[in-house]
């Protein structure tokens, strides 16, 4: 067994686990960021409880991870270009990727992951679902491993219903390619450039067509993957509370923030890291 200083108690079978016995607000030595960045590797997404994680230090965090980058579409919060508040309102009905996602396939170079923190939250819900991307590829008939294994898949930013999460957002904080269309052609199969694991790589909310093939020819596959990739048994669910952190791995892993607290404000702060282009 690999020697460990953190406890790691994982929530799922599928994937997730908490890690304590850490201050993420500290200068963390190399060795515990090594760590942790092997936590995430190991369970796709990780999360930490009761953090006091001021900007400076969740910049500061971020960057001993990866590059942060700025989303394109909503501009950072004030002195912090690369962190963005996501937040749904108490007068607002939609609330900002509420649809099962990788975070902006529609980028030749999609992140490599996001870290999210709570900074306002309701009394009850807004919980975060996470899917193994690993197993729902694993899962899959030899024939449509086949078949996936040489397709390639068009992603957009401008499919209806993720399109319609963005809009209080933009109409706040939109930057000016805000209402631009961006879109990236990638495996449909990628492997980890990390782990060398396979995982499936469509998602409903961005992933519009193969290529080679029209949005008719597609949809019946297509369909048929977004229902099974997000399968009870690939997943986990995360309930926030106050200085709740957590950090995923977009190259294998699928997210879902349920929007089930109408007339209540949720407020957090994210932080996507540069990736590479998938193969």
């Known amino acids: 067994m690999r020697n460990t200083q953190l406890e790691i108690r994982p ?75 996501v937040a749904k309102l108490e007068q607002e009905t939609s609330n900002f990727g509420g649809v099962w996602h990788s975070d902006t396939t529609y980028l030749e170079q999609p992140p490599m992951g996001t870290m ?11 919980d975060t679902l996470f899917a193994n991307q690993y197993l729902a590829y694993e899962a899959l008939s030899d024939g449509m491993k086949k078949f996936l294994d040489g397709a390639t898949g068009i992603s957009t930013s401008a499919k209806a219903d993720v399109s319609k999460t963005r809009e209080d957002r933009v109409k706040s904080d939109g930057t000016e390619t805000a209402r ?5 052609a990638h495996p449909a199969v990628r492997t980890h450039p990390e782990t060398g694991r396979r995982a499936l790589y469509v998602n409903t909310a961005h992933t519009q067509r193969f290529a080679g ?13 977004f229902l099974h990739q997000i399968k009870p048994e ?6 926030w ?8 791995d977009n190259r294998c892993a699928q997210h879902n923030p349920i929007n089930d607290y109408h007339g209540f404000r949720r407020v957090m702060h994210r932080i996507t890291l540069a990736g590479d282009t998938p193969q």
Not at 20 to 49: C, K, W
């Open 180 to 184: 631009k269309t961006l879109e990236a």
């Open 11 to 85: 929530i799922a079978g599928a994937l997730g686990a908490e890690i304590h016995d850490v201050n993420l607000a500290d200068e963390l030595p190399d060795a515990t960021i090594a760590e942790i960045r092997q936590a995430l590797l190991d369970n796709l997404v990780i999360f930490f409880r009761d953090q006091d994680l001021a900007n400076d230090r969740f910049s500061k965090l971020a960057a001993r991870f990866g590059e942060p980058v700025e989303y394109p579409f909503i501009k950072g919060i004030e002195g912090f270009p690369e962190i963005i508040a």
């Open 241 to 248: 509370q106050p200085g709740s952190v957590a950090f995923w």
């Open 116 to 126: 999210l923190v709570a900074r306002e939250l309701p009394p009850y819900g807004g």
């Open 234 to 239: 690939f997943t986990c669910r995360f309930r």
């Open 213 to 225: 093939m029209t949005d008719d020819e597609s949809a019946p596959i297509l369909n048929y993957l």
